[in-house]
């Protein structure tokens, strides 16, 4: 089975950059989409981006359109998100997630997800 490991979290005042990294070690990331997720307590799981199989396309939610940037390097089996002009309510556990079909932004089409990793924009 698919197992995909984040990594890249961590704290970062207002106006900073992170870049996260999700990978997997047994399976090739080359034949599904991708997409980034987070989650707050108390609050549903939004959808943050996604990437096709090709990389050729991709998609963002609204609040973090011109800040956030996802690719991917399938020679390293790797997708990243690149989050610039970091805000508070950007804190959330954000996780990849893999399917084996186009990139959507709903969570329910993702089959297969990481653990997660914590990101806290704070002064």
């Known amino acids: 089975q698919l197992q995909l490991v984040e990594s890249g979290g961590g704290l970062v005042q207002p106006g900073g950059s992170l870049r996260l990294s999700c990978a997997a070690s047994?399976?090739?990331?080359?034949?599904?989409?991708i997409g980034w997720f987070r989650q707050t307590p108390g609050k549903e799981r939004e959808g943050v981006s996604c990437?096709?199989?090709?990389?050729?396309?991709?998609n963002y939610a609204d609040s973090v359109k011109g800040r956030f940037t996802i690719s991917r390097d399938n020679g390293k089996n790797t997708v990243y998100l690149q989050m610039n002009s970091l805000k508070p309510e950007d804190t959330a556990v954000y996780y990849c997630a893999a399917v084996f079909s186009r990139c959507v932004l709903s969570d329910s089409a993702y089959k297969y997800w990481g653990q997660g990793t914590q990101v806290t924009v704070s002064s």
């Open positions: 047994e399976f090739t990331l080359d034949v599904y989409a």
């Open positions: 990437i096709s199989i090709s990389g050729t396309s991709t």
